[in-house]
Nanobody, 123 residues
Framework: QVQLVESGGGLVQAGGSLRLSCAASLRTFSRYTVAWFRQAPGKEREFVAAISWNRGITNYADSVKGRFTISRDNAKNTVYLQMSSLKPEDTGVYYC????????????????WGQGTQVTVSS
């Protein structure tokens, strides 16, 4: 059974940083594209960033470009989201998602999802 477990969320002041982790129980993790999504209260879930299974191609939402960095460590079956210069509008539940050989530029259709981790940015 596939499991994705997010960690690293918390409360931070505006301008601060957090690093989220997504640990996956996927036997062939290196062949999965992994993405981060977030959902703010009362809003729809939105794409944040993705890193592809091949060559580590990355894709970011315009709202986080230049502030967030997604990376992966295939030896640890883990994807990271380094978040800097955080803003109150970055507040929400952050989910990681994975899909087999998925394009990092396709922001829908991920098969596997984690339970989410809360990120709260205070002003």
């Amino acid at each position: 059974q596939v499991q994705l477990v997010e960690s690293g969320g918390g409360l931070v002041q505006a301008g601060g940083s957090l690093r989220l982790s997504c640990a996956a129980s996927l036997r062939t993790f290196s062949r999965y594209t992994v993405a981060w999504f977030r959902q703010a209260p009362g809003k729809e879930r939105e794409f944040v960033a993705a890193i592809s299974w091949n060559r580590g191609i990355t894709n970011y939402a315009d709202s986080v470009k230049g502030r967030f960095t997604i990376s992966r460590d295939n030896a640890k079956n883990t994807v990271y989201l380094q978040m800097s210069s955080l803003k109150p509008e970055d507040t929400g539940v952050y989910y990681c998602a994975a899909d087999f050989q998925h394009s990092a530029y396709v922001e829908r259709g991920y098969d596997y999802w984690g339970q989410g981790t809360q990120v709260t940015v205070s002003s």
